[in-house]
C-alpha cells in the first residue's frame, strides 16, 4: 500500500556533496515525522538527522552543521544535503517514518530500501 523508493547515494571524494531523496507513494493519510539513519559496515544502524511534520529538526553530532535534512509534505518526500562529506560518512543511509493510512488505522514504520554513500580519502 505504500511504496518507498530512495535515490542519490553514489561515490565522492572528501569535501564533496551529495543529496538524497526519499519519496513515500500510495494510501497515505498522515506521515509523522521523518529521519535519516546510516550503517557502516560493521556498526549498528543510527539516527542522524531528523525532521518533525511541523519542520523542527535535530541531529547527530557526526553530522551537524554538514547535512541538512528537509522535507516536502506536498510531495511526501525527505531529502538529506550532505556537505563536506568525510570518508567516515560512508555508509548505507536509510529513510525512515511512519504513516497512518487512513484515520483509523494503526500507524506503520516504513523503511527505503538503502542507498550507498562512499566517499574516499
Known amino acids: 500500500q505504500v511504496q518507498v523508493v530512495e535515490s542519490g547515494g553514489g561515490f565522492v571524494q572528501a569535501g564533496g556533496s551529495l543529496r538524497l531523496s526519499c519519496a513515500f507513494s500510495?494510501?497515505?493519510?498522515?506521515?509523522?515525522?521523518m529521519g535519516w539513519y546510516r550503517q557502516a559496515p560493521g556498526k549498528q544502524r543510527g539516527l542522524i538527522a531528523r525532521?518533525?511534520?511541523?519542520?523542527?529538526?535535530n541531529y547527530a553530532d557526526s553530522v551537524k552543521g554538514r547535512f541538512t535534512i528537509s522535507r516536502d509534505n506536498a510531495k511526501n518526500t525527505v531529502y538529506l544535503q550532505m556537505n563536506s562529506l568525510k570518508p567516515e560518512d560512508t555508509a548505507v543511509y536509510y529513510c525512515?517514518?511512519?504513516?497512518?493510512?487512513?484515520?483509523?488505522?494503526?500507524?506503520?514504520?516504513?523503511w527505503g530500501q538503502g542507498t550507498q554513500v562512499t566517499v574516499s580519502s
Open positions: 525512515n517514518t511512519e504513516i497512518w493510512t487512513c484515520s483509523w488505522c494503526t500507524r506503520g514504520d516504513y
Open positions: 525532521i518533525t511534520s511541523s519542520g523542527s529538526t
Open positions: 500510495g494510501s497515505i493519510f498522515k506521515i509523522n515525522a
